[in-house]
């Protein structure tokens, strides 16, 4: 068996099976694959442990992590706390700021050169000068994430809120529509693609930016530990951490793609398809419910 | 698809609006509109786009607004909407002069303008909405309104399941949702197909009938603009200015048949002579 014949030959194909389930197939084969070939060249020495450590290797690392020892849970924690905390203060104030100066020119001109200043400074570095000012504990850290995760939703939803059609402006305005009915029926909405985007690259960033913040300096957290395992030369509990964070970030990429599937249906036939049988469901069973 | 259960034929003998009208019982061959002098300058007045325009329209008026770009058709309706100010005349709608957006004055534009999130009937009903708590007969009412301009069954598609015509449709469901009596139509099939437009122009003059509206249409095309109107005014550019009102004979509703008829063809020569000299 080679991976060539696997990809020149789809598995399962001579089996019955579903294209998908060939397809799933196919790919557990070439990742069992690399992981046999992996293992053998670890054992016969052809790769230094140091460098990239045996997949069984950093199995048993994964389980003492997290099960035997275990004690990998509290600093998973601690850093999931200040992944969300920040980012969940960090775009709220961003998404706050931008409706506010999103619907205030004045505002707006006498912001600009503070936001271009501010959006010009590299944000990592001012963890330093964040953890200097709120310690090394995780308050700190929550900080340095707010900051990371501040300025994508905040340049979104401004831009998203500026770009407003101004044919739908003036059809709202025919229709004797208030300033806060324009803001609430039309501009937000209209906004949402543009702010899921942002809140989508503030997740993104937020991980990261809490990692290099326990980097910088820390007592706890997955940054912490993998430092520790990589300055005493434990690569198989190092690669196990670097796993949980690969993990991590999947998790929090597919999450953040399913929440704006459901926030910005309307740009898939599909789902508004799906969005439009449910409510004509609702209205018809309020109408049977009248007795209409 | 299935439509939606309700009873239409004891919902047909409702009456049109679900806002109460400005004027009470406006009888038919009323004045509703006055115009005296309308004029719209820019700038420090040097740059007009409207001249002294003045005419009348009484209640369940079709009139057309003809002329090429720059004639101030559009400044015009724009100011009958109270969307934007006149810098000169008057202009009472109702026996009220128009400063600003009124619930009797409704609008439509070229572009359908639809909100993309929300479906057809939710569009409809937006204008209620705008104006105080949707209620089940506002929502009886819009289905109404879309099974009116013929899309009975759509009442649940977002926009970006309906074509160019279908959006239309809809804001023409959301125009008649407002309760106005006063229409203003800026090139509303403007931006779809020769077959498309024209079908829709005839559903369109059906429509209008139905409600009683008095409605204003303003196109660059002379032949729909005779074919719709009772009376067609006829714009021309430089400065712009209302250079003639010509009256449409033909009873309505109108067989697009009409068009081939030796009579419209005398309308269409003599709009297309006073746009001629410009």
Known sequence: MSVANDLAVPVGTGLGLSPARARLARNLAIFGTIVVLWEAASRLGLIDPLFLPAPSAIVAAFVSLYVTVGNAWYHLGITLVEVFAGFFAGSALGIGLAILVGLNATLRRFMK????????????????????????????????????????????????????????????????????????????????????????????????????????????????????????????????????????????????????????????????????????????????ARGA | MNSIAIDRSSAAARPVPARPRVVGGVSAGETVIEARGVTKTFG????????????????????????????????????????????????????????????????????????????????????????????????????????????KDFEFAFPRQLSGGMQQRVALARLLQTGADILLLDEPFGALDEFTRERLNVELMRVVAEVGGTTFFVTHNIQEAIFLADRVMVMTPRPGRLAKIVDVPFERPRDLSIQQSPEFNALVSEVRDVLGGH
Not at chain 1, 221 to 238: C, E, H, I, P, Q
């Open chain 2, 44 to 151: 420090d007045g040097s740059v007009v786009a409207l001249e002294g325009a003045s005419f009348e329209a009484k209640k369940g008026e079709f009139i057309s607004l003809v002329g090429p770009s720059g004639c101030g058709k559009s400044t015009l309706l724009r100011i009958i909407s109270g969307l934007i100010p006149k810098t000169g005349g008057s202009l009472s709608v109702h026996g009220r002069e128009v400063t600003e957006p009124r619930s009797d004055i409704g609008m439509m534009f070229q572009k359908a303008t639809l909100l993309e999130w929300r479906t057809a009937i939710e569009n409809v009903l937006l204008p209620t909405e705008l104006q105080r708590r949707v209620t089940a007969d506002d929502k009886r009412r819009a289905a109404e309104l879309l099974h009116m301009v013929g899309l």
């Open chain 1, 113 to 288: 050169p503070y936001i271009i200043v501010l959006e010009a400074t590299p944000r990592i570095a001012v963890g330093p000068i964040i953890i200097a000012a709120l310690g090394f504990g995780w308050t700190s850290k929550i900080a340095i994430v707010m900051l990371v995760c501040f300025f994508a939703p905040f340049v979104n939803t401004l831009s998203g809120m500026l770009s407003v059609n101004e044919d739908a402006r003036e059809m709202f305005r025919s229709l004797g529509a208030s300033k806060w009915q324009v803001f609430r029926k039309l501009m937000l909405p209209d906004a949402m693609p543009m702010i899921m985007a942002g809140l989508r690259l503030a997740m993104a960033s937020a991980l990261s930016g809490a990692l290099v913040a326990e980097f910088i300096s820390a007592n706890e957290g997955m940054g912490v530990l993998l430092k520790r395992y990589t300055s005493t030369l434990n690569m198989d509990a190092t690669f196990a951490c670097l796993l949980t964070l690969t993990a991590l970030g999947f998790l929090i990429f597919r999450s953040m793609e399913l929440i704006d599937e459901r926030l910005v249906f309307w740009r898939s036939d599909a789902r508004a398809a799906a969005v439009g049988r449910r409510r004509a469901n609702a209205f018809r069973s309020a109408a049977i």
